[in-house]
């Protein structure tokens, strides 16, 4: 001890204990660190190998044996656990045989298998990640949001899914599907990682809270009752105003040439 303080003054004594700290703060992580980040590294690559059994008997045929693509499908390096979840998810892969689009269907997988093959894929390059319930979850947005939501659906994804998502035919063959029974969490990642003719939309172009302002859009209209009538294909004013002039001009333009018939004949 009297060695120790007639040394603490010395100029290096401040160095060395920074250092001895130091060394007792990594000492001490490495000790309760490693069995944690151990088992969560075990779990994971545990999962993604049954994950790549999966793959190479269901997918490998179309995809290449390890994701790397062949000509009767993409490569798949990159796309993320999230294009995964929602490729099985819906039943829209495997596909049976390669066509202009591939179906929605009833899955042949369960959530634990899908969860597999998505940690198997997420594994071999980065990409988007299957999103928590809080970033696609639209629960108690106020009418102003929901609003917005519909300024944005409309602006951004009508074209082709039409004004209630009803879904509509695009070139060569395929066609923007019906949005009435897709999760929220489906349309989260489809919007995230851009499927079949659907562009990506990042988050740099449209955060979280866009994109639940327009789940909750869509789930606002979608919940309401159908009072009757023609439903024009949910293509909005559009058909709407197109309807009008042919049967309303139109019906007008059969009265003018009845009366005028009837006139000429009078006379």
């Not at 988007?128 to 994804?157: H, K």
């Not at 639940?212 to 949910?234: M, Q, V």
Request: charged residues 15%; glycine residues 10%; aromatic residues 6%.
């Amino acid at each position: 001890m009297r060695f120790l303080s007639t040394r603490r003054r010395h100029p290096a004594a401040k160095p060395l204990m920074l250092l001895l700290a130091l060394v007792l703060v990594g000492c001490v992580y490495a000790l309760v660190s490693p069995a944690t980040s151990s088992t969560a590294d075990t779990n994971v690559s545990s999962q993604a190998a049954a994950g790549k059994a999966i793959f190479e008997t269901n997918c490998s045929s179309c995809h290449g044996m390890n994701g790397e693509g062949t000509t009767q499908g993409p490569s798949l390096a990159g796309v993320g656990s999230a294009s995964v979840d929602f490729q099985m998810g819906t039943g829209r892969m495997p596909m049976a045989r390669p066509e202009a689009q591939a179906p929605s269907k009833r899955t042949a997988f369960t959530d634990e298998e899908i969860a597999q093959v998505a940690a198997y894929i997420a594994s071999l390059a980065p990409g988007p990640s299957i999103p928590d319930s809080e970033q696609y979850t639209a629960t108690g947005l106020s009418a102003e949001e929901i609003a917005r939501g519909g300024e944005l659906f409309r602006t951004n994804c009508s074209a082709c899914h039409a004004i209630d998502g009803r879904g509509g035919a695009l070139p060569n063959g395929s066609y923007a599907p019906s949005l009435l029974k897709t999760s929220d969490k489906h349309i989260y990642e489809a919007m995230r990682t851009g499927p079949q003719q659907m562009p990506v939309f990042s988050k740099g172009a449209m955060t979280d809270q866009d994109v639940k302002e327009i789940i909750a859009y869509l789930s606002t209209i979608h919940s309401e009752p159908n009072d009757g009538g023609f439903a024009l294909g949910g293509l909005g004013p559009i058909s709407e105003g197109l309807w009008a002039w042919i049967i309303g001009i139109g019906a007008c333009v059969v009265v003018a040439v009845w009366l005028a018939k009837k006139g000429a004949r009078a006379r």
